[in-house]
Nanobody
Framework: VQLQAFGGGLVQAGGSLRLSCTAS????????VGWFRQASGKEREFVAAISWGVASTRYADSVKGRFTISRDSGKNTVYLQMNSLKPEDTAVYYC?????????????????WGQGTLVTVSS
């Protein structure tokens, strides 16, 4: 399974970006998908996850109300819509496929990772 995350870029504070994550080799069917991010000098942290089936979602407190994760099973793609971006959202964003259909916040519960896409929010 190969994941690819794209859609990052430079945006001013208050702006929006939409990240996309696609899978090749195997689909996201029956698996959760999560987004994580890693800022320079910091550990990778959970951002959002979407479960398989009922597609329940969960978010980090820092992005709740601003970010929305969704999936298009027909396109085998998961999106992360990011609104009201802040400079502290600057990071490399990674998508990952879960080991199960449950959208966990735990890094260890994901087995396939994309290469990351850089999001830079200027003040």
């Amino acid at each position: 399974v190969q994941l690819q995350a794209f859609g990052g870029g430079l945006v001013q504070a208050g702006g929006s970006l939409r990240l996309s994550c696609t899978a090749s080799g195997r689909t996201f069917s029956r698996y959760a998908v999560g987004w994580f991010r890693q800022a320079s000098g910091k550990e990778r942290e959970f951002v959002a996850a979407i479960s398989w089936g009922v597609a329940s979602t969960r978010y980090a407190d820092s992005v709740k109300g601003r970010f929305t994760i969704s999936r298009d099973s027909g396109k085998n793609t998961v999106y992360l819509q990011m609104n009201s971006l802040k400079p502290e959202d600057t990071a490399v964003y990674y998508c990952a496929r879960g080991r199960t259909g449950y959208g966990s916040r735990e890094y260890a519960h994901y087995d396939y990772w994309g290469q990351g896409t850089l999001v830079t929010v200027s003040s």
